[in-house]
């Protein structure tokens, strides 16, 4: 970063304020109603109209939440589980990540950037991820000049504690059992 401070004062205080003055821009509060509009569907989801998984498929799941979260029927069974226990946000903040990447245009990036720090990562947010203060600060960082990776470390820390704590706690759940009954 900006070692030796004595001796490049100007150019560490001037990157300063520019990372501070974009950070502003992103961090900004809604100017109007329609920013504050949230892109997901409250209603629960009625699987996608597919083929059912197969006893094989739905096995699978129990040890691959990539696999679970690739079928539409699994995902939306574990969307509808986690709200059932009021912890639907982790999923929720993947999604967005997801849907975050497909975005081409930077304009279009840094809007649906700034919603999903307002919405999953600052402080207080409506639906705070459970992420730790290093995470939170690469993503931060990562935001002053977002890309489409501006979020994958957050990411994938969120998954890892999907696989780790929600997905074993689906499997033992109705939601799950019945696929494979």
Known sequence: MCKGLAALPHS???RAKEIKIKLGILLQKPESAIDLVI???EKPEKPAKTHKPSLDEA????DSLDKLLQNNYGLASFKNFLKSEFSEENLEFWMACED???IKSPVKMA?????????FIQAEAPKEVNIDHFTKEITVKNLVEPSTSSFDVAQKRVHALMEKDSLPRFVRSEFYQEFIK
Request: with cysteine; glycine share 0%; charged share 40%.
């Open 111 to 119: 809007e649906m950037a700034k919603k999903i720090y307002e919405e």
């Open 39 to 41: 892109p997901y569907n």
């Open 59 to 62: 096995l699978q799941w129990r």
């Open 100 to 102: 975050y990447k497909k």
């Open 12 to 14: 560490c205080l001037e």
